[in-house]
């Protein structure tokens, strides 16, 4: 309840500077009336305190229910990023047989390559929130896991069910290229890029490596290369210089997080402001609770 009541805002708060006019008004702007006494009337002075009282407190309720209204409360409730001005991102993931080769984190040797791929990139994603992320993989065949979306809890789990041989042990290096650039090409994003990242020569593909660079050219997307143990990095090399990108290489699990943290740092979003709030506006409670208080001060007012 707390926790609640600390997350309330207020569209107008300057409007609450009224409660102080009105307890200063009710210390120092009381109304002069003419005193009557009446003998022998003792024995309703007690019921008429009371009422006075309640009355009062009515009083405070319609006017401070009045101000918290004109305030406008409410409460965040959701975001969501509604313009695609930031970057377009496709996370291609090498899942060919030998990523399941152990001995890449010194810290742990028992972990297979693809493992800690698969935890850095579950850490890199949720850092690019203004950002549409797509996830390919690519085996013997490319198969998209997730398609742009800005959806990164539902693209965490779907990594989670990702796994080696998922589309056969070979690797369809450049297939990954196309099928990348397929999903980007109709980007309207101000940045279109690719992490392409393997660990083996390309031996599956059936589309020539000119025609992918062509196609990446023609769509104006940029490839970040990254080759860990045994990866043809002649070609990673080419195809991030042809693209204007960067080829990096990675032979244990703290290089190759360092580099999805420089990339991080290269592709910068700037959309702050390209965002849509939904507000749960709670202006209605302290509305009704005032009208209700002058009901109910009406009510007595006619009884007197």
């Known amino acids: ?48 305190t009371n009422t006075s009282a309640l009355q009062t407190l009515l009083k405070a309720l319609v006017i ?10 409410y409460r965040n409730f959701d975001t969501q990023i509604i313009k695609n001005d930031g970057i377009d991102i496709v996370l291609s993931l090498d899942t060919s047989g030998s990523m399941n ?74 297939d990954s290229l196309v099928s990348s650039t397929n999903i980007l090409k109709s980007s309207k994003a101000k940045s279109k890029v690719i992490i392409l990242l393997s660990d083996g020569a390309d031996n599956a593909s059936t589309i020539p490596l000119d025609i992918a660079l062509k196609l990446l050219k023609k769509y104006s997307i940029k490839v970040y290369t990254i080759s860990i143990a045994n990866s043809n990095k002649i070609i990673l090399n080419q195809i991030a210089m042809q693209t204007e990108g960067k080829s990096f290489s ?5 290089k190759l997080n360092e580099i999805y943290e420089e990339i991080n740092k290269l592709e910068k979003s700037e959309i702050d402001n390209n965002k849509l709030t939904f507000k749960s506006y709670l202006f209605f409670y302290p509305l009704f609770l005032a009208i209700i208080s002058l009901i109910i001060l009406i009510y007595l007012k006619n009884r007197e």
Not at 67 to 72: K, P, Q, T
Not at 148 to 172: N, P, R
């Open 64 to 73: 401070l229910g009045t101000i918290f209204a004109l305030a406008s409360p």
């Open 101 to 174: 080769e152990l001995g890449f984190n010194p810290l742990n040797p028992m972990e297979s390559r693809f493992t800690v791929v698969k935890d850095i990139v579950k850490e890199f994603i949720p850092k690019r929130v203004k950002d549409n992320i797509s996830i390919i993989v690519f085996g013997n065949s490319v198969m998209m896991a997730t398609p742009l979306s800005f959806d990164k809890d539902a693209q965490l789990e779907i990594i989670d069910y990702i796994d080696v041989g998922i589309v056969g042990d070979k690797t369809a290096l450049i």
């Open 250 to 254: 990675a032979n244990s699990k703290d």
């Open 1 to 48: 309840m707390f926790n609640y009541l600390l997350s309330i805002r207020f569209e107008y708060p300057y409007l609450l500077l009224l409660i102080l006019v009105f307890i200063l008004c009710s210390l120092y702007c009381k109304a002069k009336i003419p005193t009557y006494i009446v003998p022998h009337l003792t024995i309703f002075s007690k019921t008429h």
